[in-house]
């Protein structure tokens, strides 16, 4: 089993900054090598692909929407990955998860059904 947590949500201005973590832990996510990834889902919507990164850091994955502004990263020594939001707008608020797979279509954001989620983290944008 892998458990995530995720933490740094909040109210920022447009244009303003915030990094979201994630920790992971459990035996499973050392052991098979998880990649992982970021969603977020806004009142009324579906829940939507924001980024994903692979074990090793090396490849990253974003969606069109947060290309330029968000960046992702991983630091396998802490079990932790971030989310760096710039340049925020009113349309990024959302309840922001994190997930992990070992699959790499799923953390690239080019299939479904990411096997670990975390409670997610609420982000408030005002304009």
């Known amino acids: 089993q892998v458990q995530l947590v995720e933490s740094g949500g909040g109210l920022v201005q447009s244009g303003g900054s915030l990094r979201l973590s994630c920790a992971a832990s459990?035996?499973?996510?050392?052991?098979?090598?998880?990649?992982m990834g970021w969603f977020r889902q806004a009142p009324g919507k579906e829940r939507e692909y924001v980024a994903g990164?692979?074990?090793?850091?090396?490849?990253?994955y974003y969606a069109t929407s947060v290309k330029g502004r968000f960046t992702i990263s991983r630091d396998n020594a802490k079990n932790t990955v971030y989310l760096q939001m710039n340049s925020l707008k009113p349309e990024d608020t959302a309840v922001y998860y994190c997930?992990?797979?070992?699959?790499?279509?799923?953390?690239?954001?080019?299939?479904?059904?990411?096997?670990?989620w975390g409670k997610g983290t609420l982000v408030t944008v005002s304009s």
């Open positions: 997930a992990a797979d070992a699959d790499f279509r799923k953390v690239a954001g080019l299939d479904y059904g990411m096997d670990y």
């Open positions: 459990g035996r499973t996510f050392s052991s098979y090598a998880m990649g």
């Open positions: 990164i692979s074990w090793s850091g090396a490849d990253t």
